[in-house]
Every structure is written in C-alpha cells, then in structure tokens.
C-alpha cells in the first residue's frame, strides 16, 4: 500500500510544500488549485497524508535524520568529524545560521503546513466520507503535536500555527509554551477520540488512539500532571498489544512487537545510516559513544553487548550506536525508524509512580525493563523516593539513549542540564536550553524575537 502510495505523497510534498522553508512562503491560489486534485476522494487524501509522515520521519532531510544532533548536544555522543554544524553541536555553541538547527524548524513547521493543508481540504472536500474525515484528520493532528512538541522544546517559544493562511501567518508572534502544550494536548485527545486501536495498512506505520496515549503521557510527564501520565501509559500498557516486549536485538526492526509507531522507508534502512553505522571493522565512526554514556552501562547489561558497536582504530576501541545495524538496504530484517515504543511507556509510568509515592509500583515497571536487558539483578521495592527517582533516570538513559533527543529533553526538563553538561563542557552555556531561532526566520518575519545568549 505504502509503495503504491509514494508517488501521491511525492504529489503533496511538491504541490503545496514545495520550497517551503519560510513559515509561509505558498500563494492561496497555487494551494487552492492542487487541494482540488489532492482532496478529490479520500484514497488522495489519504496518499496525501503519507506526504506528512515522509517529511517528518522518511526523507533524507526528515525530523529524524538531524535528531543525532541532539546526541551531541548532550552527552551521548562525541563528534569525529569536521563539519561545522554538528561540531557547533558537540561544542554547545549553536550560531544563528546553523543549517541543522534551521533544517529541523523547517522540517517541523513543513510538516505542520502540510497537516493544516490537510485538515483544511479535507474539511472543504465532498467527496470524503464523515467518518474518513475524522479519521484523516486525526492523524494530521497527531503529527502536528508531534512537531510542536519537538518545536516547543528546543525552542521555547514559538509561533502556533494553525491554518494555510498567508494573511494570518506572515507576520505571526511566537507563543508562550503553556499555550502550545494546550494546542497539543487537544490535538492529541482529538486523534486519540477519532482513532481506534487498529492500524492502518501494513505494520505499525500510522497513528492509531494507543499513539495518540503514548505521546499523551510523555506530554503529561514534562508538564508534571502525573496522574494523568500514569492514565495514558496504562492504557498503552494494559493494552497488550505491544507485550511481550521483544529480545533486544529485534527491538528496532520493522515491526517489532514494541513498536508504537514506526516511519516507514522503502529499503530497509534509515536515511542516515551511513553517517552512524561504520562501513567496516576499521572505520572510525562519526557519531562515538562519550565514554561516560559507555561506562553507564553495566558489564553485564544485555544493552551493552546489543545496542553498542565497537570498531578499534589505531589500538583505540571506538565505541557507536548500533540500535540500527542496516547500513545498506534489507529485505530480511529490515528496520524502520522508531518514534514511539513501549519501554517508555513503563518508564514514563514508574516516573510518574514515584512521584505519587508508588515507589514499589515504580519499581516493578522499572525491573520490567530491566529483565529484557538479563544479566541485571532486580530494583528493591522499598528505595526511597529519591533512589528510585535516580533510578528511573539512569534507566531513561541506558534504554532511550541515541532516541530523538530523550537524553536532552531529559536533562532540560528536569533543570540538570547546567549541573551535567555544563560539568562536561567549559563552553555550555545556561542560555544553551534553548536553540536560537533560525536567523533566515527572523529576516523574513520581524515580530519574531531571538532567544537569549544568541
């Protein structure tokens, strides 16, 4: 189905998006022309939508691609190589024209205009059914709090935009963060009302309700509203559809029982997998394991021996990422993206256990995650809140790590990262929280203000 479907999405990707990298940059007449072909029967729609997804997760300019980044930017990855952008990363020293932090805006805000473009014919199409209506849209609204919640926070405040409108964006102000998670939340209640729990096609490829829950409790865990995180991991978890959790050499392949939601790709193997997975034994690697991250992990953890590389260079062992071991393409384990999996879920839940005092509740969804890793003896449930805070944090960062920026995210909402990475790097900044805003975007719309320390 998806292979059948490129082309459409191509279709929508260069219709209506074409050359986007301002927040506005299509005339109302172009979008009205192509929105009469596109939203013309719901199977269009619907190819449309697969447009979305690509930008955010598929392409080789996707959200995901410049995700590594954030590696860097914490303390997971160091940068082998030479290139500007990503040293601006490892360094914590991002310039106003740094093209990876303006290619993930662009990106996101793509995807958003793609999702309100959507959303907009959809609703002005008489050709589609209510009931695909409300189906069609709840996706796009997934994806679009999916790219606010990554914009939210790497950049704190910024513009909400919710139509196609020239008229209305082009001179939009940024919003405050409480307003943007507001945006969020009833986007993602929305999807997860008008969704069920099936998936759409092939594989688990396409938002169902459980995804909309998953990003729902990741939500409510940075917003400090635990009960409700607990509510949306439950859901996920009790479930049942993504147990048993699967060895931990299968848990990246397309598929796999964990997945939540996957990006689809044609041939097996991510857009970026020459850049992290070395060409051979003897090929220093890009992106290397900081050897604090290594030493995290126990000798015995499962993780270690699965989810680590090593290539030795000049007698020197160099540690990388390999969650992702395909660097070419595969027909016989093939690997998709990974965007949402249910070992979160039991993290995101005894987080927010411990914080209602639940400590050996807490507990047991941390050991839970511990078995898959063996060799790990299991957490007590009598700790103190504090112990199994810390507990909690060190299992967020030995299973997530390398994943979409968890580890940032992580060290910023909980108010360390001045404490851990400003330890490790005599250059971080408090400032460095935030990205700056891309300075193209502030050349094109005055009201937006720079962030500070930039």
Same mark, same amino acid.
């Given at each position: 189905?998806?292979?059948?479907?490129?082309?459409?999405?191509?279709?929508?990707?260069?219709?209506?998006?074409?050359?986007?990298?301002?927040?506005?940059?299509?005339?109302?007449?172009?979008?009205?022309?192509?929105?009469?072909?596109?939203?013309?029967?719901?199977?269009?729609?619907?190819?449309?939508?697969?447009?979305?997804?690509?930008?955010?997760?598929?392409?080789?300019?996707?959200?995901?691609?410049?995700?590594?980044?954030?590696?860097?930017?914490?303390?997971?990855?160091?940068?082998?190589?030479?290139?500007?952008?990503?040293?601006?990363?490892?360094?914590?020293?991002?310039?106003?024209?740094?093209?990876?932090?303006?290619?993930?805006?662009?990106?996101?805000?793509?995807?958003?205009?793609?999702?309100?473009?959507?959303?907009?014919?959809?609703?002005?199409?008489?050709?589609?059914?209510?009931?695909?209506?409300?189906?069609? +849209?709840?996706?796009?609204?997934?994806?679009?709090?999916?790219?606010?919640?990554?914009?939210?926070?790497?950049?704190?405040?910024?513009?909400?935009?919710?139509?196609?409108?020239?008229?209305?964006?082009?001179?939009?102000?940024?919003?405050?963060?409480?307003?943007?998670?507001?945006?969020?939340?009833?986007?993602?209640?929305?999807?997860?009302?008008?969704?069920?729990?099936?998936?759409?096609?092939?594989?688990?490829?396409?938002?169902?309700?459980?995804?909309?829950?998953?990003?729902?409790?990741?939500?409510?865990?940075?917003?400090?509203?635990?009960?409700?995180?607990?509510?949306?991991?439950?859901?996920? !978890?009790?479930?049942?559809?993504?147990?048993?959790?699967?060895?931990?050499?299968?848990?990246?392949?397309?598929?796999?029982?964990?997945?939540?939601?996957?990006?689809?790709?044609?041939?097996?193997?991510?857009?970026?997998?020459?850049?992290?997975?070395?060409?051979?034994?003897?090929?220093?690697?890009?992106?290397?394991?900081?050897?604090?991250?290594? +030493?995290?992990?126990?000798?015995?953890?499962?993780?270690?021996?699965?989810?680590?590389?090593?290539?030795?260079?000049?007698?020197?062992?160099?540690?990388?990422?390999?969650?992702?071991?395909?660097?070419?393409?595969?027909?016989?384990?093939?690997?998709?993206?990974?965007?949402?999996?249910?070992?979160?879920?039991?993290?995101?839940?005894?987080?927010?256990?411990?914080?209602?005092?639940?400590?050996?509740?807490?507990?047991?969804?941390?050991?839970?995650?511990?078995?898959?890793?063996?060799?790990?003896?299991?957490?007590?449930?009598?700790?103190?809140?504090?112990?199994?805070?810390?507990?909690?944090?060190?299992?967020?960062?030995?299973?997530?790590?390398?994943?979409?920026?968890?580890?940032?995210?992580?060290?910023?909402?909980?108010?360390?990262?001045?404490?851990?990475?400003?330890?490790?790097?005599?250059?971080?900044?408090?400032?460095?929280?935030?990205?700056? !805003?891309?300075?193209?975007? !502030?050349?094109?719309?005055?009201?937006?203000?720079?962030?500070?320390?930039?």
């Amino acid at each position: 189905m998806l292979k059948r479907l490129t082309y459409f999405s191509m279709l929508l990707i260069f219709a209506i998006c074409s050359g986007c990298n301002k927040l506005v940059e299509i005339p109302e007449s172009k979008n009205q022309v192509e929105s009469s072909i596109v939203f013309a029967d719901s199977t269009l729609a619907s190819s449309a939508l697969l447009g979305a997804y690509f930008t955010i997760g598929t392409s080789s300019s996707s959200a995901y691609s410049r995700m590594k980044n954030l590696s860097l930017y914490a303390d997971e990855y160091a940068f082998t190589s030479s290139a500007t952008a990503q040293l601006q990363f490892f360094q914590s020293q991002l310039s106003v024209d740094n093209v990876e932090v303006s290619g993930l805006w662009g990106t996101f805000y793509s995807t958003i205009y793609q999702c309100n473009s959507l959303i907009e014919g959809i609703d002005a199409s008489p050709a589609i059914s209510a009931s695909a209506k409300s189906k069609l +849209k709840a996706e796009a609204k997934f994806l679009r709090a999916l790219s606010n919640f990554y914009l939210v926070n790497f950049y704190d405040r910024i513009p909400l935009i919710l139509s196609t409108s020239v008229n209305e964006n082009a001179r939009v102000e940024q919003t405050e963060a409480t307003k943007i998670y507001e945006q969020i939340i009833l986007d993602l209640k929305t999807a997860k009302d008008n969704l069920n729990a099936s998936y759409t096609g092939t594989g688990k490829v396409r938002a169902n309700s459980l995804t909309a829950s998953a990003l729902l409790a990741r939500v409510y865990l940075y917003l400090g509203r635990w009960k409700d995180a607990e509510t949306e991991a439950s859901n996920v !978890i009790n479930s049942g559809l993504y147990l048993p959790l699967p060895k931990l050499e299968d848990v990246f392949l397309a598929g796999s029982r964990e997945t939540i939601l996957q990006f689809w790709n044609q041939n097996g193997f991510l857009s970026d997998a020459a850049q992290l997975v070395p060409a051979s034994s003897t090929v220093l690697p890009g992106y290397a394991l900081t050897t604090g991250l290594y +030493k995290a992990f126990d000798p015995s953890d499962g993780r270690r021996s699965k989810w680590i590389g090593t290539n030795t260079v000049s007698g020197v062992p160099y540690y990388y990422p390999s969650k992702y071991k395909n660097r070419v393409a595969s027909t016989t384990r093939p690997e998709y993206v990974m965007v949402l999996r249910l070992s979160e879920q039991y993290l995101i839940r005894a987080e927010a256990l411990v914080r209602q005092n639940r400590i050996a509740d807490a507990a047991a969804d941390l050991n839970t995650i511990r078995a898959r890793a063996t060799g790990l003896a299991p957490l007590s449930s009598d700790m103190s809140p504090e112990a199994c805070l810390a507990a909690v944090a060190k299992e967020r960062q030995l299973e997530l790590f390398g994943e979409w920026g968890n580890r940032f995210l992580d060290l910023k909402r909980t108010e360390q990262l001045n404490t851990v990475i400003g330890s490790l790097k005599p250059t971080w900044k408090a400032t460095a929280k935030a990205f700056p !805003i891309p300075v193209s975007e !502030i050349t094109y719309n005055f009201n937006l203000k720079q962030n500070d320390g930039y």
